[in-house]
């Protein structure tokens, strides 16, 4: 009679821990984390409130220079897009992504500049011009709330493989590479500050310690002084393939661009 | 034209304390900085923010080159009439800046 209540008690406490399991597994399926989650609150609010996110300043400048025409054609963005830019919805969720009659991928910043060249037949922007980051906040904000969703365009894979290349490859002095800190180390504290899992979550960035926004570009420049490595070339594709690698690596983490970190 | 974000309630209760929240695009260079050719970059900040609600002032502050750039600021303010809430922001290099609030006070 014991042996048997024995048998029973445990065959209870296995099916709880079983449906405890299932439980963890189904709420803790996905482990990653946005840099969002690693801040302190104080941040975590300034992003949040559109009115005390600094951010929200150069999306608001963008919404001016999508209406202001520009270049030989004398043709604004919304000439095209439409005034509101409902139509750049999810956009940015599916960038860097190859255009069409091209065969590399671009990313935001340089789709941006394509328009301006083919459409309004004016002269790129330069890499971290305000213009073009306040127009690729602007963009990306529409996408605010939506999923990554990089394209499923096969010829992006070859480029993606040499983005997790460089993501995997030791470099600079300190012989460190994006892996180490980024997968294998992520959550642990680096001079007092917690690694992110470096999720591109909202670019363009405002970064408190530029006390201005930044691209993703300007971020990976860092991270590569940081290690003691020479930045490549601001035109160089590298940025555009470890790009693609990262969003396809955050795939269906939401944009909260514009994004504050510290 | 400055790129500004005001937080004001658009409508009080008479007597009730109100947050005014105001962000405003600007470089607040120090003075301090070498630019790229190592001459010092020239300052450039906002000097004084004032806050007046229907012409009397409610708020005012000077600023120094030890504050960011794109200056946040948040102040109280008690809502004893309906009126307007005129923010003005002056600075370096003739720079000047208005945003104008109205709230309804029932």
């Known amino acids: 009679m014991r042996r048997r209540l024995l048998v029973v008690g445990l065959g209870l406490v296995f099916v709880a821990t079983y449906a405890a399991a299932q439980v963890g597994s189904q709420s803790g399926a996905d482990k990653r984390r946005s840099g969002y989650r690693d801040m302190g609150e104080a941040l975590q609010k300034m992003q949040d409130d559109d009115t005390a996110n600094p951010g929200m300043l150069f999306v608001q400048l963008g919404s001016q220079l999508w209406a202001k025409p520009a270049g030989v054609a004398n043709k604004s963005c919304a000439d095209c897009h439409g005034a509101d830019a409902a139509s750049m919805k999810g956009v940015a969720t599916r960038y860097p992504a190859i255009p069409a009659g091209s065969d590399r991928p671009l990313d935001l910043e340089g789709r941006i500049n394509l328009c301006r060249t083919q459409h309004q037949s004016a002269d790129p922007l330069p890499p971290e011009n305000l213009d073009l980051l306040a127009l690729a906040a602007f963009v990306a904000h529409q996408s605010r709330g939506l999923p990554i969703a990089p394209p499923a365009d096969p010829r992006l894979e070859a480029f993606r493989q040499q983005g997790e290349e460089i993501y995997r490859r030791r470099q600079g002095q300190l012989n460190l590479s994006c892996a180490i800190c980024h997968d294998d180390n992520a959550g642990k504290k680096l001079a007092g500050i917690v690694i992110p899992e470096a999720h591109p979550t909202g670019y363009p960035i405002y970064r408190l310690e530029w006390q201005a926004l930044g691209s993703l570009k300007r971020r990976l420049r860092n991270c590569m002084v940081g290690i003691r490595a020479e930045a490549w070339p601001l035109d160089a594709p590298e940025y555009t393939a470890l790009e693609l690698y990262l969003m396809e690596r955050a795939k269906g983490l939401k944009l909260e661009t514009p994004a504050v970190r510290p | ?106």
Request: proline residues 7%; neutral net charge; aromatic residues 8%.
């Open chain 2, 1 to 106: 034209m400055s790129n500004i974000l005001v937080n004001a309630p658009k409508t009080a209760k008479r007597g009730d304390v109100v947050e005014i929240k105001a962000l405003i695009m600007h470089p607040m260079e120090t003075g301090f900085r070498p630019g790229p050719n190592g001459r010092i970059i020239p300052r450039n900040i906002i000097e004084r923010f004032t806050a007046t609600w229907n012409g009397a002032e409610i708020f005012a502050m000077d600023m120094s080159p030890a504050i960011a750039a794109n200056p946040f600021v948040s102040f109280f303010a008690q809502a004893n009439e309906s009126g307007t809430v005129v923010l003005r922001w002056t600075g370096d290099e003739g720079f000047a800046a208005e945003h104008r609030v109205d709230i309804t006070v029932a």
